[in-house]
């Protein structure tokens, strides 16, 4: 059909990475996420990326279903997280709800990206799901409830 091939993980991952790096050299650490979430998607679009901004995500759990769940910072291409951050420290917890994140979603690999740091080295946080085989059958992600 069309000449569009799906990117690798490394591809996409390492592109988001680049694209971070030189918008914090551009601007520095101390705006708001929203400012580097809106000039991150941007870049990546210019890049040729597939990018949604504050994606919705439902689920259902134990029977409830919660219609917006959580919002995802960026989705690139569908298949990579991108969960920013713009403070002094990143707490064990925004590593967790990224780990959260990319177990309900059934995705590999997510990026935690602080922008509020001096470097942009020690802001970057690869997180990667490792998939378990015994997930549970009862929780379900982005999908129609039965009638």
Same mark, same amino acid.
């Given at each position: ?68 769940? #959580?919002?995802?910072?960026? $989705?690139? /291409? &569908? ?11 990143? !707490? %064990? ?21 602080? #922008?509020?740091?001096?470097? $942009?080295? /020690? &802001? ?11 997930? !549970? %059958? ?10």
């Amino acid at each position: 059909m069309g000449e569009e091939k799906a990117r690798s993980l490394d591809e996409i991952t390492g592109a988001i990475v680049d694209a971070a790096v030189k918008l914090h050299q551009g601007l520095g650490p101390g705006l708001l996420e929203s400012v580097y979430e809106s000039l991150l998607a941007k870049e990546l679009c210019r890049r040729g990326f597939r990018v949604e901004r504050q994606k919705p995500i439902s689920f259902e759990f134990d029977g409830l279903r919660f219609e917006e769940g #959580f919002r995802l910072d960026l $989705l690139v /291409e &569908g298949t990579v997280v991108v969960e920013l951050k713009s403070v002094e420290a990143v !707490s %064990p917890v925004h590593k967790k709800q990224l780990l959260t994140y990319l177990r309900l979603l059934h995705l590999p690999v997510g990026l935690l990206v602080n #922008f509020g740091v001096a470097t $942009l080295r /020690e &802001g970057l946080s690869r997180i990667v799901n490792r998939l378990s085989p015994g997930e !549970s %059958p009862q929780l379900r992600v982005n999908q129609s409830s039965p009638g």
